[in-house]
């Protein structure tokens, strides 16, 4: 039995990028960490709504392990954006904290496991 449904993933993490990604730029433009902003936490928020989103999306849509896919999707996609930023970051001569990006995956992992457990509620109910 494999540990996730790797096509409902994808589409999962395909959710989380196309969510996730445009909100974390907007946020970066318009949030200056030495003058915060009023839109830091509803963008924040934004994108950790679209985690949910994209693990519901891909526990629905998985055939076996709902939770563990759509968890493991929300992670996947937040990996892809983490890695572009990590690049960009690097590329800028920028500081690269593990600590930061290690917190912010395990909340993008939890989530992805409550949309999960959404969208496997909302699956029970059809």
Known sequence: MPLADVPALVKGA???????????????IV???????GWAIPL??????GFVLAGAVASRAATTA???TGAFAALAGFAVIQGVGV????????DVVVATIVF???LA???????AVIGERRRGRR
């Open 14 to 28: 395909a959710v989380a990028i196309a969510v996730c990604l445009p909100v974390a730029l907007v946020a970066e």
């Open 31 to 37: 949030v200056d960490r030495d003058d915060p902003s």
């Open 44 to 49: 924040y928020l934004g994108v950790l709504l």
């Open 66 to 68: 709902p939770l563990v």
């Open 87 to 94: 690049v960009v970051r690097l590329v800028g001569h920028d």
């Open 104 to 106: 912010s995956g395990l």
């Open 109 to 115: 992992y939890g989530c992805g496991l409550t949309g």
